[in-house]
């Protein structure tokens, strides 16, 4: 009969708190990168997840994404409310740890994931219509794709898939959906005319050191004990988000002066590029994730600028490439001597788990990308999701929430 363990339980619930942590560091690190008519209506698109998937969680988002497997797609509703899921463990999730607790700590993950996607967007959507996108959303992308990487029975699990804290899940599907956003949206009113320059970068400054933390929580506490993986999960976690800053501040040295943006900018990818390997990769492995997320993300950024593309806070490029990378060199460098419950790659004689990655993430990919759009498109037809020009041009504080963020 499995047992609750005193020092795994006390380890997920910090974890758990520093993954939530995440989700307002999120929104000053977005926040100081808008103008500032419109930092409070960004801070609150990332808060509101807290409230809204804090509920869609509990009554059915749980269930769907962890629940009794149907047809490898989706959970079944057995845990509507969270029924059943108690202070026993669940073998199947968490012999270790009370199962209300794995739940808990999945809810913190469902919560920053559409929070990402905002980075796309901001300054010109409508507020009611987000929210409406955003349950929509969590409902029928999050937590399908949830249940097919760590759902038992989910088929992406069932291939052999390894995803360690969410590099498919949580960045390939946040940042390729705000790609997707953008695009059917169309860019902000003077976009390639008018300065758009971040009007805080303090704020993003901050937000990106609160998130180094709560990254420890994010990947250390996806081990789900507080054992040797988690140690290297943390350590790979640092590191490759140190590698990624030094080539970072390099990049954008060479092409003129070391950004304190950009130096932020590359932690934060750095982090992302090596959440799915966390748990399966050596120090030095997660060195090298790091120091090449960095050039695929800073390029990713000027393919996107020459394209004329206005997602607004390069979600697609931060998230969505440095996680695909990140996902891809775990078929490269994982290793079952870090993770025994994981596999070896390639450059450990086992070329058949690059082939599995590369599948998950072409899937991820092309599944958020079409729904996201689709969604879009059908909820702009329906119900529209743009503000209108004067509400843009006053500034989305005043216009949708009635207050102002300076005096």
């Not at 609750?4 to 307002?24: K, Q, Y």
């Not at 959507?125 to 409902?139: D, G, V």
């Not at 990947?219 to 080539?247: K, M, P, Q, R």
């Not at 450990?348 to 689709?374: D, E, I, K, R």
Request: aromatic share 12%; net charge neutral; charged share 10%.
């Amino acid at each position: 009969m499995a047992q609750i363990n005193a020092g795994d339980t006390a380890w997920l619930m910090v974890c758990c708190s520093l993954v939530l942590m995440m989700t307002p560091a999120l929104a000053f690190f977005y926040g100081g990168m808008v103008r500032k008519k419109n930092i409070l209506s960004t801070l609150t698109l990332s808060y509101v997840f807290m409230a809204l998937i804090g509920v869609q969680w509990v009554l059915y988002g749980y269930s769907l994404a962890f629940g009794p497997d149907i047809g490898g797609i989706i959970g079944g509703l057995e845990y509507l409310g969270l029924a059943g899921v108690g202070a026993a463990p669940d073998p199947n999730y968490s012999a270790n740890v009370p199962a209300l607790l794995f739940a808990a700590f999945q809810m913190m993950f469902a919560v920053i994931t559409p929070a990402l996607i905002t980075g796309g967007f901001v300054e010109r959507i409508r507020f009611k219509s987000f929210l409406l996108f955003s349950i929509i959303w969590s409902t029928i992308v999050y937590d399908p794709l949830c249940h097919w990487v760590w759902g038992v029975g989910g088929w992406l699990r069932q291939m052999g898939v390894l995803d360690f804290a969410g590099g498919t899940v949580v960045h390939i599907a946040a940042g390729f959906s705000a790609l997707a956003f953008a695009m059917a949206v169309g860019p902000r009113k003077g976009f390639g005319r008018t300065p758009m320059e971040p009007h805080n970068i303090p704020y993003t400054v901050l937000g990106t050191g609160l998130l180094w933390v709560g990254w420890f929580g994010f990947n250390g506490g996806s081990a789900l004990a507080a054992d040797g993986v988690a140690v290297h999960a943390l350590v790979a976690t640092n590191t490759s988000g140190a590698a990624a800053a030094l080539v970072w501040m390099l990049l954008s040295w060479l092409d003129g002066r070391p950004s304190t943006l950009g130096l932020a900018t590359g932690m934060v990818v750095g982090l992302a590029a090596v959440t799915p390997a966390s748990g399966y990769v050596t120090p030095m492995a997660a060195m090298f994730i790091g120091a090449v997320a960095a050039p695929i993300s800073y390029y990713a950024i000027r393919f996107r600028a020459r394209r004329g593309l206005d997602e607004s806070l390069d979600v697609w490029a931060c998230h969505g490439m440095a996680s695909t990378w990140g996902m891809l060199a775990t078929g490269l460098f994982a290793s079952t001597t870090v993770n025994p419950a994981g596999a070896n790659g390639l450059f450990h004689g086992n070329p058949g788990l690059f082939a599995t990655q590369l599948w998950a993430v072409v899937v991820t990919m092309a599944y958020a990308f079409v729904v996201t759009y689709v969604l879009v498109k059908v909820l702009d037809w329906s119900i529209g999701m743009r503000v209108s020009e004067m509400e843009e041009e006053v500034g989305l504080d005043v216009s949708a929430h009635g207050e102002r963020a300076y005096s």
